[in-house]
């Protein structure tokens, strides 16, 4: 008895240590969870069904839909359950949707298979995602079990062919207690992967992770199945669960109406440059979805009868015009707009009226800020043609030019910027449910908007191509938020003794700006080190779908400048002879009056923005390769 005792002892204290218990009230085995006498299906079998997360878009919920009709002759009284899903256009879900969703799994998960019948057939259906891998284990079309995985960082880099075979080698490794022994049907929507899984084609694989991943399958006895992608659809919705941005639709829409509402090309540019976790598609929802925007925008068509006088430099030519009269609740009934040609940075003065006193006040403001252009373009208003404007100009060595009469092509900078801005405007009224007349409270939201997102015709924004440097706002950072503070970044190294060393080095992060780091190194020196070596190092607790944003895909912005700098080498400030009036081919093939010193109005600027062997250069967003012209077309 004694020994018995001592026996016993030392087997508990073996027990635990290695974890085992004993008298639970229930315990999980071989996929079947055993409790008081009663045998019940493992509660895991259907955790990712249970996990599936509500669509968010119209495509996800096709894919839904399509997931459960897949199973629809095991769920009684379907068509009518599922028409409230199918039938909905609005998202979020509303509370009436969340809740025929959920009925419509509790029914998939009472209509799966609780005990298996090894006499009948089996089927793995298995799928890949870019950041997830699933699988359905079936009995005559009849659920078994479901599964999804998200994919780890370093999996994440697997070529596509890799993930879809990695995603039967997951699913058999779950399942290998129910598909042991047993023959069953392989499922894959790879046909390069039915092939190389196929059993037939022995010798002929050359990928040696897949020959050791069909090394490992060796055990199972199965016929491999080719199914396009397309019919291959419960897997497919599992495979995807991972695919959902860290950041609400909503908040994107609310992105959308801070600017003045953007369209897809300027929207998807500043998703980019601020590393917003959305898609191209997620953009081009939200804009396609917006009823202000259908209601206000117009349709635009490009016309590209003859070419514009190009500014080579910042500030070397202003285009000007008034805007109004406009209703308002003030004193203010016109808008004075003035463009810069090189940058397209729009600049907005609220007036009273259109008097020349008006223009030279705004003028002499814009001056003290920017200080003076080389040239100044308006049409024949009667206040930029008067003396007073002609000789405040003139003062201050500002050429000046005027379109020829009855001809408002020969200033479509600036008309142009009066639509624009107007239409801004017009949008963040209707946002706030404002009136038009209060049309002063939006000017500066409407302006922020012009000069932070993308002109198409520079491939930058305003704001980055006058200052070369990517203008702050409240929404998102230029910088990815892993390098917003201080803290423990990886450091690609260098050289390595061995391919089995690592390939980086954990540092100290001390600060940083748009191109370049200092870090601090394990042995305490510090180095300045470009931001194309660094990625952010693995957060403790942090879920795994959200740590897969690449540091490939951040691009560092050039030339950072951390105080605006204005060129003003370039403007003449000597005193200007009488004016000579002479014609120029203008914008458009169109002829504009150009009064100026004895010099041509059009010098060449005393630096060239091109490069010196006349190469045009990368596009930094890496979106679309430029050519001889910048095309940023989504």
Not at 241 to 266: F, I
Request: proline fraction near 6%; include cysteine; aromatic fraction near 8%.
């Amino acid at each position: 008895m004694q020994s018995h005792d001592e026996n016993m002892q030392r087997f508990l204290d073996a027990s635990r240590k290695y974890g085992i218990t004993f008298n639970e009230d229930k315990v999980c085995l071989l996929g079947y969870e055993i409790s008081k006498g009663l045998l019940k299906p493992d509660p895991e079998r259907f955790q990712a069904l249970r996990n599936l997360p509500p669509p968010h878009d119209m495509r996800s919920q096709k894919r839904i839909v399509g997931m459960l009709a897949y199973y629809s002759q095991w769920i009684p009284n379907f068509s009518n359950k599922i028409n409230v899903l199918a039938n909905n256009t609005s998202f979020p879900l509303s509370e009436t949707v969340k809740t025929a969703l959920n009925e419509l799994k509790q029914e998939l998960e009472k209509a799966a298979i609780f005990t298996i019948d090894y006499t009948r057939p089996l089927t793995v259906e298995t799928d890949a995602s870019d950041v997830a891998v699933a699988a359905t284990l079936n009995q005559d079309g009849r659920p078994v079990a479901f599964f999804s995985r998200t994919l780890s960082k370093s999996e994440r880099r697997h070529s596509a062919i890799e993930k879809e075979a990695y995603a039967i080698v997951e699913s058999l490794r779950k399942w290998h207690h129910y598909l042991v022994g047993n023959r069953f049907t392989l499922v894959t929507d790879q046909r390069s992967v039915a092939f190389m899984y196929d059993k037939q084609s022995k010798g002929k694989i050359k990928n040696e992770k897949i020959q050791r991943w069909r090394l490992e399958l060796s055990c199972f006895h199965y016929d491999v199945l080719y199914r396009p992608g397309k019919h291959n659809v419960a897997a497919d919705t599992f495979s995807r669960n991972g695919c959902v941005s860290a950041m609400s639709r909503n908040e994107l829409k609310l992105l959308h109406d801070s600017l003045c509402h953007p369209g897809v090309t300027r929207l998807w540019h500043l998703v980019r440059a601020k590393n917003l976790p959305f898609s191209c598609e997620d953009v081009r929802l939200v804009v396609n979805q917006c009823r202000i925007c259908a209601e206000v925008k117009p349709r635009y068509f490009s016309n590209s009868n003859g070419t514009l006088i190009k500014a080579m430099q910042p500030f070397q030519r202003l285009s000007m015009d008034f805007k109004g009269p406009l209703p308002s609740t003030s004193r203010n009934t016109y808008l004075l707009t003035i463009v810069d040609e090189f940058s397209r940075f729009p600049f907005a003065y609220a007036c009273s009226d259109m008097s020349a006193s008006t223009v030279i006040r705004c003028l002499d403001n814009l001056f003290g800020l920017f200080g003076m252009p080389d040239y100044v373009h308006s049409d024949r208003g009667t206040s930029f043609m008067s003396r007073e404007v002609q000789e405040f100009l003139h003062e201050r060595g500002v050429a000046t030019s005027r379109t020829t009469p009855y001809n408002p092509r020969g200033n479509s900078q600036v008309e142009r910027l009066n639509g624009s801005l107007w239409k801004a405007i017009t949008l963040a009224l209707k946002t706030q449910g404002l009136p038009v007349s209060k049309w002063e409270q939006a000017l500066n939201q409407a302006l922020h908007s012009l000069r932070s997102l993308l002109c198409t015709a520079t491939n930058e924004t305003p704001h980055e191509r006058i200052f070369k440097f990517y203008r702050r706002s409240t929404f998102g950072k230029s910088l990815p938020t892993w390098l917003a503070q201080p803290g423990k970044v990886l450091l690609k190294k260098g050289v390595r003794a061995s391919k089995y060393d690592d390939g980086t080095i954990a540092v100290d992060l001390i600060t940083c700006n748009p191109q370049y780091a200092i870090v601090r190194l394990p042995d305490g020196r510090e180095e300045t080190v470009s931001l194309r070596h660094l990625a952010p190092a693995p957060r403790e607790g942090e879920s795994e779908v959200y740590q897969h944003m690449e540091h490939e895909d951040f691009e560092p912005e050039t030339n950072p400048i951390t105080q605006m700098q204005v060129p003003t080498d370039h403007v003449t400030m000597e005193p200007m002879a009488a004016p000579n009036t002479h014609v120029q081919q203008g914008g458009n093939g169109h002829q504009e009056e150009v009064n100026a010193g004895a010099e041509s109005p059009v010098r060449e600027p005393p630096m060239s923005p091109t490069p010196s062997d006349g190469s045009i250069g990368p596009d930094r967003y890496n979106l679309r390769p430029r050519t001889s012209r910048p095309n940023y077309k989504v």
